[in-house]
């Protein structure tokens, strides 16, 4: 998908990939903030809160030059707790 530039984003234009049921699982962009690095970002380890699908594990890994994912470290890890929808 391309944004246009009036939408603050990772970067202008970012790759998502869904599974079987519809869930979020991926995405792949190049995020300026970091010299346009190339990245996958993976999302997991959903939670309902609120009605709401929440997935509360992330990890970014940076992308190789054809665009396999390196597997053998993960610069960026997040795992939320405590969610709540206000």
């Not at 993976?42 to 390196?70: A, F, K, M, N």
Request: aromatic share 8%.
């Amino acid at each position: 998908m391309t944004y246009p530039e009036d939408i603050d984003t990772h970067s202008e234009t970012q790759r998502y990939y869904f599974d079987d049921s519809g869930l979020l699982r991926r995405m792949d962009y190049q995020p300026a903030v970091n010299g346009d690095t190339p990245v996958a970002h993976y999302v997991s380890d959903e939670i309902e809160v609120g009605g709401l699908i929440v997935p509360t594990r992330r990890r970014i890994r940076i992308r190789q030059e054809d665009g396999t994912p390196d597997l053998s470290w993960t610069p960026i890890t997040l795992d939320l707790a405590d969610v709540r929808v206000r």
